[in-house]
């Protein structure tokens, strides 16, 4: 069973949940920015969550499955077709051999999840399937796909139940403006000046942004003496502000370590909207607890692993 | 010393030190090994610095305050841990002018030359503080204060595999090409992290790492082989 590229898209990659353990290497984690509509992805064809899948970046790519596959796409909504037919989102679709898939550019968020019975197979690196773009590792031969890219999939179950995400789940999980985040390890370097700037005004995200992290644009945040600190370890989510005043949001390809002093950080239920966010998109931040960020993770995660409620 | 700070709703940073010194380096190193040791089943990642630790956890079995706990207990244990075992990894480097591009400057704005600047930084025996940044990137220290210079105003885009670099009081390798900031001295051809079967980077935390000069003619031979 096999996929074949015949276009790549822009920025089309293979990715999993990531490879989580290897700090003391200088390896971050990376896999789907987007880890909740990959996992949706997986479970609608009938795969373990965290199975492989591709990921297409704002403009998406055609694939021929010359020997047929189920299929289901979540995320960003790329407008696909399968030979020419519109292909609903967050369902399963049954691909017959030869038949071809075709995306478009982005109608809302940054990234598309393409999901395949079976999974997509390549060869583990430290135990993961993902795609480290900067270092060339993982994924399939550590690169962003490429047109002629033949890729294996694994084997599929015979059965096959027709489900779809619920509307109240799409609803509850959907992007949001306002990312929600917990104070960071320098919050209290900062002024309350610069506090105030930080979440009372909206940024930008620039063109620069990929998956080592969000870079926005906006107001002048103030760093006085928390510019100057000794390098340490990053989380996925941290928000660094640079000496220039900007804040840089780490995304999941991150540098493991650095030395820009942080504000905040992303809470874990936000982590997947932050990896939806697309050039010129416009957020805000909201500041809560680490009890209250602890809580939205646990009814997520539990509803993640509720199938009962997940699908009708 | 040991502090502990949230550095998100999922992990904890602890600080053993708040200077770049061995004494707080080693204090990290052994925290690390006593969780890798016996790692508890919450423990999700660990990423060492020079004075710091920040510790990953599964937010769905605990919460900070029992991680906190948790790790009080294994920062006490480990303190009586011996110091961990250190090998020692040699790297040639051509320190040609095509692979270290800010040689002369760093030699200028020091005022000495370039192959003084080159038999500096390959006297003392560095020590590998920490791996983070990219794969396999190894924070060297500390460099002869003689040489110690800032980062370069603004980052290359793009730094090839292999470089050694210089910024402030580190050095290291750049094991991948990526963009970098700091001032190129010299390139090497041995690879900084295997990606084959068994993948790891050349140099650990808490190795000793010496340089030694080698010509372009050396430098193309060993990158052949």
């Known amino acids: 069973m096999t996929l074949v590229v015949e276009k790549p898209g822009l920025l089309t990659t293979v990715q999993d949940l990531g490879r989580s353990g290897y700090g003391q290497l200088g390896v971050s984690p990376s896999g789907a920015a987007d880890s909740v509509a990959m996992r949706l992805g997986n479970l609608l064809v009938g795969n373990p969550a965290g199975a492989a899948v591709l990921e297409m970046t704002l403009l998406g790519g055609s694939f021929l499955f010359p020997e047929g ?114 104070d960071g390890p320098q919050s209290e370097l900062f002024s309350e000046e610069a506090k105030q700037a930080f979440f009372g005004e909206a940024f930008r995200v620039s063109e620069e942004s990929d998956r080592l992290g969000v870079r926005l644009e906006g107001v002048n945040i103030p760093v006085y003496g928390a510019g100057e600190m000794i390098t340490e370890g990053v989380t996925l989510g941290a928000v660094q502000i640079t000496p220039s005043g900007q804040p840089i949001v780490l995304g999941v390809e991150q540098q493991t370590a650095g030395g820009y002093p942080k504000i905040a950080n992303v809470i874990g239920a936000d982590l997947h909207r932050l990896g939806q966010l697309r050039p010129r998109d416009e957020i805000r931040f909201q500041r809560t607890s680490l009890a209250v960020a602890r809580a939205l993770w646990i009814e997520q995660e539990r509803l993640l692993n509720n199938p009962a409620q997940l699908f009708v | 010393m040991v502090r502990f700070r949230a550095a998100s709703d999922q992990a904890v940073l602890v600080y053993l030190g708040d200077e770049i010194a061995l004494a707080a380096n080693e204090r990290v190193l052994k925290l690390l090994r006593s969780l890798e040791k016996k790692p508890p089943k919450w423990l999700r990642n660990v990423q060492p610095a020079y004075c710091s630790l920040l510790v990953t956890f599964d937010a769905w079995q605990v919460a900070h305050e029992e991680v906190v706990g948790a790790l009080r207990e294994y920062e006490a244990r480990s303190e009586k841990m011996r110091a961990t075992k250190r090998k020692t990894v040699k790297i040639p480097v051509c320190y040609d002018e095509e692979f270290g591009p800010d040689l002369r400057e760093v030699a200028a704005l020091r005022g000495t030359t370039p192959e003084q600047v080159i038999q500096l930084h390959c006297s003392p025996i560095y020590h590998a503080y920490f791996l983070g940044f990219a794969p396999g990137f190894a924070y060297l220290g500390d460099l002869p204060e003689a040489l110690a210079t800032p980062r370069r105003e603004s980052p290359r885009r793009r730094v090839s595999a292999g470089s050694v670099g210089i910024a402030g009081k580190q050095t290291a390798v750049y094991p991948f090409a990526t963009p970098g900031g700091w001032r190129l001295l010299g390139r090497t051809p041995t690879k900084m992290f295997r990606a084959g079967r068994i993948p790891g980077p050349l140099i650990s935390i808490g190795d000793a790492v010496k340089f030694h000069p080698i010509s372009r003619e050396e430098f193309f031979e060993l990158e052949r082989a």
């Not at chain 1, 995320?75 to 519109?86: Q, T």
């Not at chain 1, 993902?130 to 179950?157: C, N, Y």
Request: glycine share 14%; net charge positive.
């Open chain 1, 69 to 182: 596959a189920v299929i289901a796409l979540t995320g960003a909504d790329f407008g696909a077709s399968l030979d020419g037919c519109a292909v609903e989102m967050w369902t399963p679709h049954v691909v017959k051999p030869g038949m071809k898939l075709v995306l478009g550019g982005t109608k809302n968020y940054a990234r598309c999840y393409l999901a395949v019975a079976g999974g997509i197979r390549v060869a583990l690196f430290l135990g993961s399937a993902a795609t480290h773009l900067m270092s060339g590792l993982g994924g399939f031969q550590g690169r962003a796909l490429r047109k002629g890219d033949v890729l294996e999939l694994g084997p599929r179950k015979k059965r096959m139940e027709p489900k779809k995400v619920s509307q109240a789940v799409l609803l509850h999980l959907k992007p949001r403006q306002k990312l929600r985040v917990t």
